[in-house]
């Protein structure tokens, strides 16, 4: 994970500093006009960021002061990367890459939990009548990530340790969500870790299967992401951070309702037809940050080998 996002950490703490010089308290307030009104979001086409569709369509940063402009991205990974370069205010990421950079000195802030896993909602793939009929058959395939490092690899080394298959005998090559089905049709990969919709939609597409639900066993009900800002952000503008989590907070809540969701998914992610639309698996959107969850992935982390050392989530949360 000392990939690009390392390169960014000077720009990082350069602009924390600035940020800390600007005010005495780093605590964000609940109430308050925004001191910066226009911000950017950086968001992925998947069903876990439903809710800031949902606060655009019903005007929800509107009502708390924001024009917020959201930045769709391939990755959380790339979604990091340009809040450390300081070209979005906020990025939605999953928690692992979190944690991964700030373990490694970048000063982040969890401002609003994001998902948490339910069943098929991130699940290995293959294409029809592919020759693996087993994850055990994965030994020597290649299988298609949206990135490396990421949640995904913390699910998908959850699965191959369930059943006996050693990390380092499969094959990771990286390739955007909305991409992998055509990737599995013409046999460029074995498999694909997949994120709903794309799950339900390569199935309809290409007639994909599942081989294995990554959410299943040591992941179930796993925290998968959450909104971050920079910690010197929050420090110089704590009054935009607190509306961005109002409206979030309130979006998240409405997702409870799935027809809310489902209206919202076509906004911003291509393909979704109707079929899929009733028939994708959705996470679970949590109105609250919970210490207790966020230490849960960093725990799990480092159980893995994706840490050095023990990591406290204290650090990524506001004092």
């Known amino acids: 994970m000392k990939s690009r996002i390392a390169a960014q ?46 606060a655009l369509q019903r005007g929800l940063f509107h009502q708390q002061g924001l024009d917020v402009t959201p930045v769709v991205l391939p990755s959380g990974e790339l979604a990091t990367e340009e809040l450390l370069s300081g070209k979005l205010q906020f990025a939605f990421s999953n928690y692992v890459t979190t944690i991964q950079a700030a373990s490694q000195g970048a000063k982040l802030q969890v401002v609003a939990d994001g998902a948490e896993t339910l069943p098929n909602t991130n699940v290995i793939m293959i294409a029809k009548g592919s020759a693996i009929h087993h994850v055990q058959d994965l030994r020597g395939k290649t299988i298609a990530v949206n990135a490396r490092g990421n949640i995904g690899s913390l699910m998908i080394d959850s699965a191959l340790e369930t059943y006996g298959v050693p990390v380092n005998s499969v094959r990771f090559t990286v390739i955007p969500f909305p991409q992998m089905a055509a990737a599995l049709g013409d046999h460029s990969v074995d498999a694909a870790w997949m994120a709903e919709p794309f799950v339900t939609e390569s ?98 982390m480092l159980l893995a080998g994706m840490l050095r050392q023990s990591f406290s989530v204290n650090q990524l949360l506001a004092p």
Do not use: W
């Open 203 to 300: 199935g309809e597409q290409i007639g994909a299967e599942e081989l294995a639900d990554t959410t299943a066993g040591a992941m179930a009900d796993f925290p998968i992401a959450g909104y971050d800002a920079l910690r010197g952000f929050a420090q110089q503008h704590p009054a935009t951070v607190a509306a961005f989590q109002r409206a979030i907070v309130q979006a998240q809540a409405l997702a409870a309702d799935r027809s809310v969701v489902e209206k919202a998914l076509p906004t911003y992610i291509d393909g979704m037809t109707p079929p899929v639309i009733s028939a994708v698996h959705l996470d679970s959107y949590p109105t609250s940050l919970s210490q207790a969850r966020l230490q849960r992935v960093a725990n799990t």
């Open 9 to 54: 950490f000077a720009v990082a703490a350069a602009m924390i500093l600035v940020g800390a010089g600007c005010t005495s308290s780093s605590s964000v307030p609940s109430g308050g006009a925004p001191s910066l009104t226009h911000v950017s979001v950086g968001v992925l086409p998947i069903i876990d960021n439903a809710p800031v569709f949902i």
